[in-house]
């Protein structure tokens, strides 16, 4: 009865989620034509109401500049078993359409297997209002920044879209190749109907001898900074609420499924906590009874960790707040009943004597629960001068302590630093990646607020997400980090994401479970660098070292791979193109 019971409430809650979801207004941002306008010479070019066809994966669909016109009405696609192959569509509209609707057929191959159409998600493209602040950490009041009008956000549910007079609506099709397909050439058909008027166009898919790596197995590490208070903020819910879990869960589900390794938690509020909150929203409450001893509850830092290890998200558990940009540390004062904070420097005595109490309690915690081992303490962009005391304290209380750290790098504490992220343009020796890899230690890399492209900012190339990951296999790094994964700061976000730094800088998915392009080319990335880990690095057991590119060997893709250099990229060479040459050597 109970298992009835529980069924009955999660069928509850997913058809209440989906009917707010459902609810959810896209492009509500009035009229662009300030922005972007069409151009009628184009759109005469189109000769019925509506066309369907394929588009450019890498491009950036224009909203109503000019219509997508594809004469070729057969797309060939190519994959891993185990793989997910993304394709774009699009559905140029001179007429409005008020309902959309996109289907696939199951794929069938030349010897009657099937890859079923459940396999298959179509995903409808939305626009957003974005400018061209790419590389701005801080806006200046007196500078004018260009607006733009940008696909980006991708709605999986299921249901209908809509497209204006002279629009177009990009479709993102998601076709994931099961692991135990029977290789071969699979075809199927994919139809657009708009308004009762239905387009076909052919799906042409080759499924290869090859295999992706199981979760269990993969290479990359990826940690993207979740932000659940912002979550929480944003659908305006009690933070730890049974109701704030609920919303939360298909963007961490989104999280999961492209490979996250890290929870981001924290001793305080969300990482950065910029502001004083409400006791019971800490997800770690300290407390300074009357007596003048200190407690800890723990009880929502726990909710959130069996939540997320529950999705999947389990290797790592990462805890920021010892050392944030404002140096502020916040407590529940019982004798004044109300939270308080001080302000200090790492070396500081009263900093000191707050952390040894805190870390002592947390390290007994975690011993508790199983998590001591996975867990990190974390910082970011802090010189040695803070880091070197900091590390020391930390060791001095437990030497098994395992430090997280994101800044530049600095040879004379890599040492200590269990998981360390460096800043893009900083260069670290291959040897000691390599060390560093022995150990069991993390190597990765980070794009900031800072860096002009490739990023992942919603003005950004759709395929500088994907060469992202093709970097950090050139630089043998372990994986890639960012920042802010659901930072939500804007109210109107799902159709207007200018704020004070570059648009997009601070998230890369949306509320209610919609992801984005620049999120789904990311994923794209990654199974590129599991492919070339399988084919040309660790994961290959042929290999007589583990670092396998940079042998002899492989001299031709040690030059493929060498391209993929922050010191190398400009405007004027295609990243699209490097990739896609790139690509044939993992076929």
Sequence with gaps: MQTKSLRMLTLLSFIAYCCRAQSVQYENFGDVTSISKPDQKKWQQLKTDYNFSQADINSRITYNQYPVLNADKSINLEGWRGEDVNIQLAVSAKKDISSLTVSIDDLVSDNGKTIDNKQCEAGFVYYVIADNSRGICSKKDNTTYNNIVVPDIIDFKPGSSFAKAYTNRPVWLKIKIPRDADPGIYRGKIVATCNGSAESLNVVLKVSNNVMPTKENKKFFLELWQYPVAEADYYKVKPWSDEHFRLMEPAMQNLSSAGEDVIT??????????????????????????????????????????????????????????????????????????????????????YRQFWTSYLNAFQK???????????????????????????????????????????????????????????????????????????????????????????????????????????????????????????????????????????GDRFLIYPYGNTSVRFEMLKDGIEDYEKIMLKFGRNNTAAATNNVIRTNAQGGFKSILSQFDFKKVNPTVSRSRQIQQARTVLE
């Design 365 to 503: 915690h975690l011993q508790e629960k199983g998590w001591f081992n996975i867990t990190t303490l974390a910082f970011s962009e802090k010189n040695p001068d803070v880091l070197k005391p900091l590390i020391g304290f930390i060791k001095s209380l437990n030497k098994n302590w395992k430090i997280s750290f994101s800044g530049k790098y600095f040879p004379q504490v890599q040492t200590d630093i269990y998981d360390y992220s460096l800043i893009s343009n900083e260069v670290i020796p291959e040897s000691t990646i390599e060390e560093r890899r022995q150990k069991g230690f993390v190597t990765t890399f980070y794009t900031s607020c800072w860096e002009r492209f490739p990023n992942t900012f919603v003005m950004s190339d759709p395929v500088d997400a994907t060469w992202l990951s093709w970097n950090a296999a050139n630089r043998n790094m372990d994986g890639y980090l960012r920042y802010a994964y659901d930072y939500w700061t804007m109210r109107n976000i799902l159709s207007d994401v200018r704020s004070n730094i570059a648009s």
């Design 265 to 350: 938690a924290s001793f305080f509020w969300d990482a950065f906590n910029p502001s004083a909150r409400n006791a019971d929203e800490m997800m770690i409450k300290p407390v300074k009874t009357k007596s003048g001893a200190w407690s800890y509850d723990f009880t929502n830092f726990d909710k959130w960790v069996n939540f997320m290890m529950n999705i999947g998200i389990n290797k790592q558990i990462t805890c920021f707040g010892m050392a944030p940009l404002n140096y502020k540390y916040y407590y529940f004062d019982e004798a004044q009943n109300k939270v308080t904070f001080f302000q200090e420097g790492v070396n500081g005595a009263q």
